[in-house]
């Protein structure tokens, strides 16, 4: 029984019959695992096989937990390039040292997303709104992408920033080097080709659909071996920049260097690291999820993720996290459960023991177009007028995170969407909307004045607050409240109505007692109406009800009765306390 | 027309029987400002005149603005010591580096005031709660009495901290200076004794109530003159510490050494001084109009503020605000307007132009001993107790806040309770409360079905929303959702009450239309019901509405019966676009 709750809850209920499905899967993604890698730990300015070590342990260590029937975890093109940016100022790209401190950082974002899992944390990764999420993964894209172009054209370009990097490669542009720039240009047409109009073309050529979709997918590892071929043909070898000698053989484990300093200056990327990784892998999670019909337990994604970091850490140290496009080809190849991960992950044996050698002549500008398309489709451009059209505060938060990215880099960026997140909701808690309401003719609804045709008293005035009260909006309410009084002179009676009030908090209640006592003085009674349950528990701790000059009523409508009738003697049903 | 509009409003409806009793108010309260003005300069670091000098031309500029009938601007206790806490890491206490920072400090911290007024920016005091308020001046309070402690008895002590200085003065009073000691302790003893039994004795005596209060009020100006008196008749000014010279004349317009860096380094402290100038004026304002009937006006009172502290800073540089005790002697000496403000400080015409030399007499300790009742008169254990019992989170923002002042110093607190008070409402917005409701028997009412005795359907589930959904919460209300679905696993109509959802925002858009498409996959249908205004016309924009499986229904009550009796094609009045 108890060893029993040691094996992962898929492999327990796991049917034969779904193993073929899983090993096409399988093969599959790991096609695309291979390239990837390579890719990925380029960017992320560590050796080459370091992202095939990160593509072996770590999904094996993820399916151990994470319960996601098709998630494909490893490497990740945002990650590659917030690690870069967390190391490169501590040590040179490449050197012992950076090779060191990108375990520990790889360590580190394992060790918190596995304490979250511990902690049932999950909840951490709604500090991040999608807008912002969406903003940075373009940022994050566009500087990707701005990096990755001088590998591709075969130029020379420096640059602080992603807009100097950009003039650079343009102003270098005649001398960039021809080979380079055509083995680069012709990989990045093919792919976009291949993205966008070879599924159609297959599937006009009479390929069913699903096959049709992977076959394009599949294009990268065949345009890798295209170009190991014309290289080798070729002789190319010294003419290119290319990935050189890979160490054959199965990854062994690095012990990390734990210095204190160290650990605390990458103590925050680690944690920024994680909680993207968290976030953008739930969401992958989360949308297959829905679509399969499956539930999802984020703390097991939390537990799956951080242990494929902790071993990948262990392994080489590039950080990993649920792919988006492998998930993809995972899920169409007909991954059934995390099974296929684990198979991919076992194909990168053979890779390693006995075809680094093939992967040598790769030019370094064919991974430079993979990287480049891969970013490409990371853009948001229908997300971004989406979220302008539906709320421009979304879209202002999304916009700003963007071009924080761009100009300040991936933590300043992130750190400012996060903060604009949270002054947007502070802002717009702190201007309520508040409405003045009448009786809809014939129902015991009130509504807007603004919006509807409606019956209202005029010595009784409805207002109806649209949040709850604290102290950053009270003085708000306040004047509004006022200014309607101000309108409405003949007003004996005012219901605040209070259906949309979770919440009344110190300073709002010390401002209340102040309204009451101000209206008391203009011989106008204040009412509260359609009070909820846990604001008058706590409303009856306070002295706010005694000294209420009016009254509380279950709905506007017994208020509006009550009050038009002045009748004080009948038995009204208030609410109960 | 034009030039009457630059004399203030209260000055256009002045009548001339108010004449005498602002000029009374004003004989008062100005003997209020004298030992205060002395006193607080002294807290604040600054030489002793730079009070009276405060007390002049700044109370003649507040009155150009400001419309409060009885607030008296002028030095304050908690400014002082923010100024000395800002300026005294700058410069050595004293020194002419020190006093020219004091000027640029005042001058910054009116300028900002001037323009938040200008550009009507009154809101940003909301950025202060209550508790964070009353923790802050609470911890304030405390770092004064103790940092007077020393003058106080005649002991030295130093010390980084509160604590520390504490510990030291104790260790030291057997060495205590025992003349110091005897006047400050006994001038100490008879302000206690007169603010807490004067009044009643003096009634009891047969002087009217008013007469009694305000008796005991001037209390400081009578033990200043005894005191002094004490010291010239008794020999005393070798032996104790006295003000010393105080330079006679009317105060000359200081030209601020406008040094870039010194400007850079005290933005952020002259921007908090303003913004607890303002928050706590206002208070003392508001409190009064409201006990008077009056309307204030916020921004006025900010460009009041603003001018007399650009106004102060230009004449020595200690920063002013209202002061809650004189306010207090002002209006029960009958001030009427400003204009008792104004008398007021033309009385420190002819204290500064042939007085002074009275003063130079006056004992450090007696000086000490007002401070030290004035700060702790400060306390607000009652409000303490109060938010603590009403809202532990407020009780505990406080208490950091207090806690935070006293061992950090009062940025750090005041900062620290800033922060505090925004993640508890980023906190509270996103734990939302969701009830599941049912209807109560014989009326159109939905009521919470843990509250109440409500009527629930079996296959129609009711869920209100009680807040605004957001990024931060609408993972919490998914959650829910499903606990409450597997909970009810009869249910096949799933009625969402927004009544108090005021906004949706982009973020939790999206999960909306997930969870609409999860639920049709399970066979459920999603229904609005109670949507506001402003949220239905967001929604509208988006396609949430036309991929909604189920209705929008204006009431839970005819959801309800429409729902019920599955009358689909009966023609239900629904929310108009």
Not at 143 to 167: F, M, R
């Amino acid at each position: 029984m108890r060893a029993n709750r040691l094996i992962p809850f898929w492999l327990r209920n796991y049917r034969r019959q779904w193993l073929l499905s899983d090993l096409t899967a399988a093969l599959v993604s790991g096609m695309l695992l291979v390239p990837q890698g390579l890719a990925y730990a380029l960017l992320a300015g560590l050796p080459p096989h370091v992202g095939l070590y990160a593509s072996l342990i770590p999904l094996i260590a993820y399916a151990a937990f994470g319960s996601s029937s098709a998630m494909s975890v490893g490497p990740a093109a945002v990650l590659s390039l917030m690690t870069v940016s967390a190391l490169s100022p501590l040590a040179a790209i490449g050197s012992p040292e950076y090779i060191g401190a990108a375990v520990v950082l790889t360590l580190l974002s394992g060790l918190f997303l596995f304490a979250m899992g511990l902690f049932k944390l999950g909840a951490l990764s709604n500090l991040l709104s999608h807008p912002v999420i969406n903003g940075f993964v373009s940022g994050a894209a566009a500087l990707i992408i701005v990096g990755q172009l001088p590998a591709l054209l075969g130029v020379e370009a420096d640059g602080e920033t992603a807009s100097v990097k950009l003039l650079h490669v343009l102003e270098h542009l005649p001398q960039a080097h021809l080979p380079t720039m055509v083995f680069g240009v012709a990989t990045a047409a093919i792919l976009i080709f291949s993205r966008i109009w070879l599924p159609m073309l297959l599937f006009r050529l009479g390929a069913p659909k699903q096959l049709a979709r992977l076959g394009a997918r599949l294009m990268p590892m065949l345009l890798v071996l295209c170009a190991i071929g014309l290289v080798h043909w070729l002789a190319l070898s010294d003419e290119l920049d290319i990935v050189g000698d890979i160490p054959a053989g199965l990854p062994e484990i690095v012990i990390p260097d734990w210095n204190g300093h160290l650990v605390f200056q990458l103590l925050l990327p680690a944690l920024i690291i994680a909680l993207l990784t968290f976030v953008e892998s739930l969401s992958i999670a989360q949308a297959l999820a829905a679509r399969r019909g499956e539930r999802l337990n984020a703390d097991g994604e939390l537990l799956g993720l951080g242990a494929a970091n902790i071993t990948s850490g262990l392994s080489g140290g590039l950080p990993v996290a649920g792919s988006f496009s492998r998930t993809a080809v995972n899920a169409e190849a007909g991954a059934v459960s995390p099974l296929a991960g684990v198979l991919a992950a076992l194909l990168m044996i053979p890779v390693l023991l006995y075809l680094t050698g093939l992967f040598s002549d790769l030019p370094l500008t064919v991974l430079a177009a993979i990287i480049i398309v891969a970013a490409a489709s990371l853009f948001d451009f229908r997300g971004f007028i989406h979220n302008w059209r539906y709320d421009r505060t979304d879209g202002i938060a999304m916009l700003c995170t963007f071009i924080g990215v761009l100009l300040f880099g991936v933590e300043v960026g992130i750190a400012l969407g996060i903060g604009l997140s949270f002054a947007t909701l502070i802002w717009r808690s702190s201007r309520p909307h508040i409405a003045v309401v009448g009786r809809v003719p014939g129902t015991e609804h009130f509504r807007n004045v603004l919006r509807h045709d409606v019956e209202t008293q005029e010595e009784i005035l409805f207002l109806r607050i649209d949040e709850s009260l604290f102290f950053s909006n009270i003085s708000a309410v306040e004047d509004r409240l006022l200014s309607e009084l101000k309108r409405h002179p003949a007003t004996r009676e005012l219901v605040l109505i209070l259906s949309s009030v979770s919440r009344i908090d110190g300073t709002a209640l010390e401002r209340l007692h102040q309204i009451n006592k101000d209206l008391r003085n203009r011989n106008i009674r204040l009412h509260l109406s359609e009070v909820k349950g846990p604001v008058l528990d706590r409303l009856s701790r306070s002295k706010l009800l005694e000294k209420l000059t009016g009254r509380i009523f279950l709905s506007s409508y017994i208020a509006e009765l009550a009050l038009r009738h002045g009748d004080e003697g009948e038995p009204i049903p208030e609410e109960p306390a």
